[in-house]
């Protein structure tokens, strides 16, 4: 059982070990690849409606999505995407 416990610890720490500069972090990103994540449903639905989507910070420096429609209108991403989506593409 003593063998067993110290193998156990041996391999624990073996693991540890390992290298710790990441396998991607020696190959070059490649800008032409998406970015990995979920979009903002809110933003996909602006872009979809034929609008912009901007970030936007507060004074606070939290973050907004904004909506900018074809005819100009400025209007909140989220408010526009429950107003008009209903939550069809959750």
């Not at 193998?7 to 500069?21: E, I, K, V």
């Not at 904004?66 to 209903?86: F, M, S």
Request: aromatic fraction near 8%.
């Amino acid at each position: 059982m003593k063998h067993f416990f110290s193998l156990m610890a041996a391999l624990g720490l073996a693991a540890c070990a390992g290298s710790q500069t990441p396998a991607s972090a020696s190959e070059p990103a490649d800008a032409s690849m998406p970015a990995v994540g979920a979009a903002n449903p809110a933003s996909v639905y602006c872009v979809q409606q034929g609008g912009k989507s901007e970030i936007r910070k507060n004074q606070d420096g939290s973050e907004y999505g904004v909506c900018i429609l074809p005819d100009g209108k400025e209007v909140e991403e989220w408010a526009y995407y429950r107003a008009n989506n209903g939550g069809n593409n959750k």
